[in-house]
């Protein structure tokens, strides 16, 4: 399982970005799949994630302003942050657990300042 992350940048707080991550390899779906990040000096924290049933679950300092979705076709989940504050600043990085692997993508920095 190969996981690409993309569409981090720099916005200015109270924008938008949109991040993606294609899975590819050997899929069996795409639940059990999301965002995580890491701000500097921090540890690595949850995001937003489909669990293994399919439903969604979200940090609460994100809740009302990020939303995960996606793209079973393209096997590909987005995130999609509004109102975005300086403390959302950090690497943010696609995870997929299947089986009993966990798997990593390459994270893309996100970056809120003025």
């Known amino acids: 399982v190969q996981l690409q992350a993309s569409g981090g940048g720099l916005v200015q707080p109270g924008g938008s970005l949109r991040l993606s991550c294609a899975a590819s390899?050997?899929?069996?779906?795409?639940?059990?799949m999301g965002w995580y990040r890491q701000a500097p000096g921090k540890q690595r924290e949850l995001v937003a994630r489909y669990t293994n049933t399919g439903s969604t679950h979200y940090a609460d300092s994100v809740k009302g302003r990020f939303t995960i979705s996606r793209d079973n076709a393209k096997n590909t989940v987005y995130l999609e942050m509004n109102s975005l504050k300086p403390e959302d600043t950090a690497v943010y990085y696609c995870?997929?657990?299947?089986?009993?692997?966990?798997?990593w993508g390459q994270g893309t920095q996100v970056t809120v300042s003025s």
């Open positions: 995870n997929k657990v299947q089986g009993a692997y966990d798997y």
């Open positions: 390899g050997s899929i069996f779906s795409i639940n059990a």
